[in-house]
């Protein structure tokens, strides 16, 4: 159990996570992408439509868990602080939520 101003620490170091998440998905398809057009190129195209659905497999994996634990981790932040689980984190709660990380 931590304090106030830990929780709040976490709940907005979850949410820029978060946010850092969701702006390299695009890139990493791509590279996928990229990917599996060369080993498509090198060897026969089943090869490479194979790599594309293995690696964005385990890419959709990985960011599903991304997501569970930057979520668990707001929680435990609004828990931390004693709040109630809102369903959306809007522009208002954080500012509240960042008052309290600087005090």
């Known amino acids: 159990?931590?304090?106030k101003k830990e929780g709040a620490q976490r709940v907005l170091d979850a949410h820029a996570?978060?946010?850092?998440v969701k702006g390299r998905l695009v890139?990493?398809?791509?590279?996928?992408?990229?990917i599996g057009l060369v080993?498509?190129?090198l060897t026969r195209?089943?090869?490479?439509?194979?790599?594309?659905?293995?690696?964005g497999l385990l890419f959709q994996y990985a960011v599903e868990r991304m997501n569970t634990l930057l979520e668990a981790s707001?929680?435990?932040?609004?828990?931390?602080?004693g709040w109630e689980q809102p369903d959306e984190l809007d522009e208002?709660?954080?500012?509240?939520?960042r008052t309290i990380a600087e005090k």
């Open 92 to 97: 208002k709660t954080l500012s509240k939520i």
């Open 45 to 55: 195209w089943e090869f490479g439509l194979a790599t594309v659905l293995m690696c």
């Open 39 to 41: 080993v498509a190129y």
């Open 17 to 20: 996570s978060s946010s850092k």
């Open 74 to 81: 707001i929680a435990n932040g609004l828990k931390d602080m």
């Open 1 to 3: 159990m931590g304090s």
């Open 27 to 34: 890139p990493v398809a791509v590279g996928i992408l990229a």
